[in-house]
């Protein structure tokens, strides 16, 4: 196996003072230690270095091997090798009572403890897309055996399917939490073949209307379950590597898939109505775009669903999983549900040996009694050492960094984290202001998002250039939703400047659309702030009014003057992901994972140069960059800033834009919010 580093903290220290990101946890009784300092008393921080810890699992056939002394460990980083100047030896007690364990008491107090660097951190994720009535006979059993082995008084557990947000997984402790998950999941996995093909979520019955009288329910759910399965271990892995730094354990089970694009659904794109959209009367009467019945067949979104999914290089992808797996720092373990395979099957085991073996971890395959190898893997994990040092490299550049461990001892196979993303200069200064400094600028930015409610009826949000006021109008979801706007939507704006009689200026949402910018020139509107009432109301004399939900709808919004040197005051856009989509103008901030973001920054000089960055909740930023590129309208020039939305689960994120004009920097931040 090859060396890997499995379980990193960064702690950044300041000249006069330090502060361990994520805080340090306290030490669980059960455990036993060998080796000093304990990490409850941390070292002298040296200033503008990141202190690094490794946890490492050195074994000999499988077993844990205790007595191990430091000299007994090289650790290197991007090669060069580092002074170890922390060392322990821990053991987790296993075989816990279920009365002894103590679940937390919410998914927000489930998150701070499994983000505590002590206690371990274990996924048993369902895979149902892939499992038969054969295989899961016995598993529950191992799955429950594993987890009572593993699972010690301060370790937490969660379990996640597909059809799961990862944004839903709640960490317990308690084996109660999991059992009725499993025999959910088990009864699925009884079905027959036949049956498996039956659809599970509305979306699928769509599809299976789709693919009618074309190709079987099979193709196409197949390709869809990949899609969706694929997905959601992105997202995983992204709000696990979130969560902590170190080492995080997913038990996968399954039997296996072999990722497979399938090119016959590629002939199915355009064979509806030539891209024509379906007119049909809803559950409630009205007419609409779109087949309005539940799972009726719209012939548009039947040609987008068929090109997406044939276009899908599935491979790719679970290459980039595997990718993404390792950054995130989490191991598969995956248990096999198909058994002793005959030679023919044995494509889709080959993807959990890959699963395993690129993240470090253990899969357990070709046997149909999984429970011994369960509790040798439950015991395998009871152990390990935990390293520190201060990297020698102490350049705050956000770059990776690759760990490798190796034990000076012949017949050892070592697991180690592959690394850590170093931190920036703005971490450093975070990391290292008092405590108690007030709300950061990430802080402040989030805190825009929070004094949005979304049942808003009427979204407004508005920038000043130095052509006067844009102003987005847009209407929430709950009205779109209960109709009446398909016509589109009138849309008067009123400002009353300091001096002189009010302004009003009036613009129209399109037909078929949801929002549009509606421009105030400056000339009358004096310096600002402005104080802009909006009204929206739906467009008189169109198709598509529902009486009771036609408006008017109100919002009103202050705009304040850019205080930007280089750049302005962003204007958001939402699109689909094809780069061919025309985004459409945003007031609600609130985006959804199908969904691409597109935002402008009007440029006030000249740049030499712009890069953004995804930031999470924290300010830390996250391995998914932006793309960043010159645009610009009748306005003048803009930088543009796209980021396609689905690997992210739910939450809220900053996007960082820096921009340099000679010796001129500036640093603009922009909150969003990701839903289903």
């Known amino acids: 196996m090859r060396n890997a580093g499995l379980w990193v903290g960064v702690a950044i220290a300041g000249v006069l003072g330090a502060a361990v990101l994520g805080g340090v946890a306290q030490e669980p009784d059960s455990n036993q230690r060998q080796g000093q300092p304990a990490i409850e008393e941390p070292p002298i921080f040296r200033g503008g270095t990141a202190f690094v810890y490794v946890d490492v699992y050195p074994r000999r056939d499988g077993t844990p091997i205790e007595g191990l002394t430091v000299a007994d460990f090289e650790v290197r980083e991007n090669g060069q090798p580092q002074n170890v100047e922390l060392f322990e030896f821990i ?6 009572v279920d009365t002894d364990r103590r679940d937390p008491t919410s998914q927000a107090d489930g998150d701070r403890q499994a983000s505590d660097p002590r206690n371990r951190v274990f996924v048993v994720y369902l895979d149902p897309y892939h499992a038969s009535i054969e295989g899961s006979t016995g598993v529950e059993n191992t799955v429950m055996g594993f987890l009572q082995r593993a699972i010690g008084p301060t370790d ?59 190709v079987s329910n099979g193709p196409v759910l197949a390709a869809h379950r990949e899609d969706t399965l694929l997905s959601n271990l992105e997202s995983l892995m992204y709000r696990l590597g979130e969560l902590r730094e170190e080492r995080k354990n997913v038990l996968f089970i399954s039997e296996g898939w072999v990722p497979t694009s ?6 199915l794109a355009g064979g509806g109505r030539g891209g024509i959209p379906t007119i049909g009367v809803g559950p409630t009467g009205r007419l609409g775009a779109g087949n309005q019945q539940p799972y009726g067949r719209d012939d548009e979104w039947c040609d987008r669903q068929f090109a997406r999914l044939s276009s899908m290089d599935f491979e790719r992808r679970f290459r980039d999983l595997l990718q993404i797996a390792r950054r995130s ?50 015991d395998t994990l009871s152990a390990y050492y935990l390293l520190g040092y201060y990297s020698t490299n102490s350049a705050a550049d956000g770059r990776y960094r690759e760990i490798d461990v190796i034990v000076r001892q012949p017949g050892v196979s070592v697991s180690a984290r592959p690394g850590y993303f170093a931190p920036t200069a703005e971490m450093i200064a975070a990391a290292s202001a008092p ?22 009826d009427l979204f407004a949000y ?27 939507a009138d849309v ?84 689909t992901p094809s780069p061919r989509s025309v985004p459409k103008p945003v007031a609600d901030f609130q985006y959804r994972r199908v969904e691409r973001l597109h935002a402008e920054w009007p440029v006030l000089q000249a740049l030499t140069s712009q890069e953004a960055r995804l930031l999470d909740r924290q300010g830390a930023p996250l391995s998914i960059p932006p793309t960043v590129s010159a645009g610009g309208d009748e306005a003048g020039p803009a930088v543009m800033v796209d980021l396609p939305l689905s690997p992210l689960s739910e939450g809220e994120y900053v996007i960082e834009l820096t921009a340099t004009s000679g010796d001129i920097t500036e640093r603009k931040l922009l909150a969003f919010r990701v839903v289903r």
């Open 91 to 96: 053991r987790h007690e296993t075989a816990i």
């Open 156 to 214: 937490v557990f969660g379990v996640m399917t597909p059809e799961m947000s990862p944004s839903q997984l709640v960490f317990g402790r308690r084996m109660e939490t999991i059992e009725g998950d499993l025999e959910a999941f088990f009864r699925w996995a009884g079905l027959t073949a036949q049956m498996r093909e039956q659809p599970r979520s509305q979306i699928e019955h769509r599809l299976i209307a789709c693919s009618t009288g074309a």
């Open 262 to 267: 399938d090119r016959r659904l590629a002939g």
């Open 329 to 378: 720092n989490v191991t598969f373990y995956p248990v096999d549900l198909g058994g002793l395979r005959v030679s023919g099957s044995r494509g889709a085991r080959d993807t959990l040996l890959t699963l395993a073996e690129n993240t470090d971890g253990v899969a357990i395959v070709d046997s149909n009694d999984t429970a011994p190898a369960a509790r040798r893997l439950a």
């Open 435 to 456: 405590r108690g400094a007030g709300p950061t600028a990430v802080d402040e930015e989030l805190g825009r998002l929070a004094r949005s409610r979304p049942d808003t």
């Open 462 to 488: 508005g920038v000043a250039t130095e052509a006067g006021l844009r102003v987005v109008a847009e209407l929430g979801s709950r009205v779109m939703s209960a109709g009446g706007w398909s016509g589109g």
């Open 492 to 575: 008067r704006l009123t400002l009353a400047p300091a001096t002189g009689p009010a302004i009003t200026v009036t613009g129209q949402i399109a037909e078929g659309a949801r929002a549009a910018i509606v421009a105030v020139p400056a000339e009358g509107i004096g310096d600002g702030p402005w104080l802009v009432d909006v009204r929206a109301s739906a467009a008189g004399g169109r198709a598509g009014r529902s009486a009771g939900n036609e408006g008017p709808y109100d919002s009103g919004i202050e705009i304040v003057p850019s205080t930007g040197q280089l750049l302005g005051d962003p204007l958001l856009y939402r699109a």
